[in-house]
């Protein structure tokens, strides 16, 4: 069964600073991987997508993200952090059917000034 | 190019009554995804339709709750007899075809709390 893992429930990052936000899959066959943000009663927006191709993913708002094959992981990342970047980051892999996304439980960003 | 409707963002209903939400895709997408989102966890998939066609309800709970894409007007999600454990927030999402490479766009999600 796919599967995505989002081993830390929050991050916290002073402003400035580089910020990785960790993700770790498991599908069967190619994976094609997702990263969604959500602020406060909003819905998901999306930033980046790995499809196929180059490893390194570069998305919106600065944020980039890193496939490695060999760990199973997508981690999301971004060189300077900023304060308005504070909020809930989800990953998530498409499910075998190509229908449905199969989302993480959700990483908090805090980013102090 | 509006983004995916949702509404109402808010819905109360008392234990027993009807929700019907509400979600209208993106200009050009006939795709239509319902997500529920339950306090301290992720997203969990619910149902996949096109216009006139459920494609897969692997997530739908298989009493209470029905789905609809009707040939006009938005994708409705129906919750008959609503119980408290139905407290969430649901949120519609959209893609213009379907199909691994695609991501899709979420609406703002519709809160409902049932007292």
């Known amino acids: 069964a796919q599967s995505v893992a989002q081993p830390e429930d929050q991050v916290n990052v002073a402003e400035g600073n580089p910020l990785t936000v960790k993700c770790t899959y498991s599908?069967?066959?190619?994976?094609?991987l997702f990263w969604y943000v959500q602020y406060p009663n909003r819905g998901l927006q999306f930033l980046l997508k790995?499809?196929?191709?180059?490893?390194l993913v570069k998305g919106s708002y600065g944020f980039e993200a890193e496939f490695n094959k060999s760990q199973t992981s997508f981690h999301l990342k971004k060189p300077s952090a900023l304060v308005s970047d504070s909020a809930l980051y989800f990953c998530?892999?498409?499910?075998?059917?190509?229908?449905?996304?199969?989302f993480g439980k959700g990483t908090t960003l805090s980013v102090s000034s | 190019n509006a983004g995916v409707m949702q509404n109402p963002r808010h819905l109360v209903r008392r234990r027993g009554q009807e929700a019907r939400l509400r979600c209208s895709p993106m200009?050009?997408?006939?795709?239509v995804y319902w997500y529920r989102q339950l306090p301290e966890e992720g997203l969990k998939f619910m149902v996949y339709?096109?216009?006139?066609?459920?494609?897969?309800e692997s997530g739908m709970p298989k009493e209470r709750f029905s789905a609809e894409f009707p040939k006009e007007g938005p994708s409705i999600l129906r919750i008959q007899q609503v119980v408290r454990g139905d407290s969430a927030a649901y949120f519609c999402?959209?893609?213009?075809?379907?199909?691994?490479?695609?991501?899709?766009?979420f609406g703002p999600g519709t809160r409902l709390t049932v007292t």
């Open positions: 999402a959209s893609s213009p075809m379907t199909g691994t490479k695609d991501e899709q766009y």
């Open positions: 599908v069967s066959g190619n994976p094609y």
């Open positions: 790995y499809i196929t191709g180059d490893n």
């Open positions: 998530a892999v498409r499910d075998q059917a190509g229908t449905a996304l199969i």
């Open positions: 200009k050009g997408h006939s795709h």
């Open positions: 339709l096109q216009k006139e066609n459920i494609i897969d």
